[in-house]
């Protein structure tokens, strides 16, 4: 009778071990030659169990010894890596909602704001309504908590409402500033086509008074032109987004330069008159200025030139601009030698050398070369009247 052993040990038994575990749990049994023995154990060998009882690939006892106690850690740390590595996450995460529901940020850039706003009011919504009113019948909420819940959705309807209300007075802001600054931007979209300015200096005013503009008050021409301006650039803040860059610094003083011209020319005067009366007091104030002051925000665009048109760059400064601006009728310089030579003192680089402390200083280099060609031009000037 054969006798099968359905278990056995994980490393496989040895041929004379197995022979003594055969006769101790049937002493009848008769004794066979180890291979008669070992042929009929293979017989009974599944493939993992002839895995472990291949005697020809058994490692050595400390190799083994030492693979088994590594085995059970690396074991499990690779169950773990591929539990984590087959496991499906989700595309996104879920979303939470607290028990106040209203954000903190409550619109986003590419959300739809009025509907967003819609949606905070509960008054809008009929879940909002059905809810409250079953809340009235049911028997298993507590008024505290009912009335708890009333008072949220009260706060959210009026949060939303506030939300409107101020969405409102912002859009009434935009269309009053925008209205404002029309006439501003149109201005702009002449003064960049070619030739306007000097169509607008020589040119004759359509509306202008038959008073002289000597009787006019220039300071206060200045002062209500400053005051204009602070005001636009005080709405025109309001609405911009980000700070100011050279392009917008830029803008303003080419504004300053002719809401100068629009005023004077309102009051009965001349813009050519205004733009010498203002170059004289910007010089008056430079030249008074002490040397010893630190460094100013003076910029090429907004230092004083002999030019009609606004001056933006070097290329601006032109011989041509230069005697226009002397050589003008309407204006009060005009054939007078003492006011040249005044002006090729003023212009000297001794003279200039006490004013650019008040300049930035990225644009000193730019204003000297400018001066040289204001100096050149007033020189040729007084040769013409010699």
Request: net charge positive.
């Amino acid at each position: 009778m054969e006798f099968h052993l359905p278990i056995l040990a994980a490393h496989g038994p040895r041929l004379a071990d197995l022979q003594k575990i055969i006769r101790a749990a049937n002493p009848k049994a008769e004794a066979r030659p180890a291979r008669k023995i070992q042929r009929t154990f293979s017989a009974t060998k599944t493939a993992k169990v002839a895995k472990h009882t291949d005697f020809t690939k058994r490692p050595a006892s400390s190799q083994r010894k030492e693979s088994r106690t590594e085995d059970a850690r690396v074991a499990l740390r690779r169950r773990r890596q591929r539990i984590n590595l087959n496991r499906k996450l989700p595309a996104v995460n879920p979303d939470f909602q607290p028990k106040n529901p209203v954000p903190k940020k409550i619109f986003k850039p590419n959300d739809h704001i009025e509907k967003c706003i819609a949606s905070l009011n509960s008054n809008h919504l009929f879940i909002f309504a059905a809810h409250r009113n079953q809340q009235a019948f049911d028997s298993n909420s507590r008024r505290m908590a009912i009335r708890k819940r009333n008072a949220e959705m009260n706060e959210h309807d009026q949060m939303a409402d506030k939300l409107r209300l101020n969405r409102a007075l912002d859009e009434q802001k935009e269309r009053e500033i925008a209205a404002i600054m029309a006439p501003v931007d149109e201005r702009y979209r002449l003064i960049r086509q070619p030739g306007y300015f000097d169509q607008l200096n020589v040119g004759q005013e359509t509306a202008r008074p038959q008073e002289s503009s000597s009787n006019i008050d220039y300071t206060a021409v200045f002062t209500e032109t400053m005051n204009t301006l602070s005001g636009l650039r005080r709405e025109y803040a309001a609405v911009q987004v980000g700070p100011e860059t050279e392009s917008d610094l830029v803008r303003w003083a080419q504004t300053q330069f002719h809401t100068l011209q629009i005023v004077a020319m309102k009051r009965g005067g001349s813009g050519v008159a205004a733009i010498q009366n203002h170059y004289e007091y910007k010089w008056s104030r430079f030249i008074n200025q002490s040397t010893s002051e630190p460094v100013g925000g003076t910029r090429l665009y907004t230092f004083p030139w002999p030019s009609l048109t606004f001056v933006a760059t070097l290329d601006d400064i032109t011989e041509f601009r230069v005697r226009h601006f002397f050589l003008n009728p309407e204006g009060h310089l005009a054939n007078r030698r003492d006011v040249l030579e005044a002006e090729l003192v003023k212009w000297h680089p001794g003279t200039l050398a006490k004013v650019l402390h008040l300049v930035i200083e990225e644009d000193r280099e730019s204003i000297q070369k400018g001066a040289e060609a204001v100096v050149e031009s007033i020189v040729g000037l007084l040769q013409e009247y010699s």
